[in-house]
């Protein structure tokens, strides 16, 4: 489990987190999860500047918290420990690939570290993705490293997946590609945390769902309990009483607080506009 309690993070004057507590276990940790045996993918979403990356590097220990703690399976992140670093792995958004290698080499190189590396799993992995393991970097587009990098990560057998930025870069068949991998690895029980912009890229992957502000959490929800307490009205007018109304093709879409228990289907980018625009009233929903 990673443990994030009563953290507080400034970069020299400028706070980023103040006294947020946060955990990321599988199993979604909610007790409404059918599937035990499944593990967990994460949505950490929030406007640019709020802290995603900030988080992720907290997490794995490249930052140091100035005030709380930050764990990871009981180990403390920044101490950075063997144990917990083999649990772990950090793919950034961007990276600075050496040119004459090819993605062969750059994983023969982390796989001593992380002891559960399988060279069969990232070379299925380039297979589904279509990258020649043996290929330079220096001689791929953008799009074709990230793959790379995505299968390198997800082949070290980690516990913990954080991906910032996944899927930028990737074409839409190389972005459902992507989705289908990220399952399969949720199915063997590892807990993944993506941060991102490009929500309608892991629209139907991430739950539960994260959304943070300027020095807080505004909602830490899976999608049962999202649907739970907030209505997604599709195709009627413009309701006075909707969180969030957006026009669509057919009449608007509201988001209103959920006062009869009927399910509807979850748009992420309409929550999370409902969040930020009503943050005392989404606290008071999900107390």
């Known amino acids: 489990m990673i443990e994030i309690k009563n953290l507080d993070f400034s970069y020299k004057k400028t706070p980023v987190f103040s006294n947020i507590n946060l955990s990321f276990v599988d199993e979604g940790g909610y007790a409404d999860n059918i599937n035990k045996s499944?593990?967990?993918?994460?949505?950490?979403?929030?406007?640019n500047g709020v802290g995603k990356t900030t988080l992720l590097k907290l997490i794995c220990g490249l930052q140091r918290?100035?005030?709380?703690?930050?764990?990871?399976?009981?180990?403390?992140?920044h101490d950075r420990l063997p144990e917990m670093l083999q649990?772990?792995?950090?793919?950034?958004d961007e990276v600075t690939l050496p040119d004459g290698a090819t993605p062969q080499q750059y994983v023969n190189e982390l796989a001593p570290f992380y002891p559960n590396f399988s060279q069969g799993k990232f070379l299925q992995l380039m297979q589904e993705l279509e990258v020649e393991p043996d290929r330079k970097f220096?001689?791929?587009?953008?799009g074709?490293?990230?793959?790379?990098?995505?299968?390198?990560?997800?082949?070290?057998g980690t516990d913990y997946i954080l991906l910032d930025e996944p899927t930028n870069g990737l074409d839409?068949?190389?972005?459902?590609q992507f989705r289908s991998i990220l399952s399969k690895i949720a199915d063997e029980g590892k807990t993944i945390i993506i941060s991102t912009h490009q929500v309608k890229d892991v629209?139907?992957?991430?739950?539960?769902?994260v959304i943070l502000s300027h020095n807080a959490v505004l909602l830490d929800a899976s999608v049962q309990r999202i649907q739970?307490?907030?209505f997604f009205e599709y195709g009627g007018e413009e309701r006075k009483d909707a969180l969030y109304s957006e026009m669509l093709p057919g009449g608007y879409m509201n988001v209103v607080p959920n006062t009869t228990g009927e399910e509807s289907q979850l748009n992420i980018e309409a929550l999370f506009n409902a969040v930020l625009r009503n943050k005392n009233t989404i606290k008071e929903l999900f107390k």
């Not at 499944?38 to 406007?47: D, K, N």
């Open 87 to 92: 649990s772990i792995v950090f793919m950034p």
């Open 144 to 156: 074709q490293q990230k793959k790379s990098l995505i299968a390198a990560s997800l082949s070290l």
């Open 203 to 209: 629209e139907n992957l991430i739950d539960p769902i």
């Open 228 to 230: 739970e307490k907030l």
């Open 172 to 176: 839409i068949p190389s972005k459902a």
């Open 38 to 47: 499944r593990g967990a993918i994460y949505g950490l979403l929030g406007e």
């Open 65 to 77: 918290p100035s005030e709380g703690t930050c764990t990871v399976d009981g180990m403390t992140s």
């Open 138 to 142: 220096r001689e791929m587009s953008f």
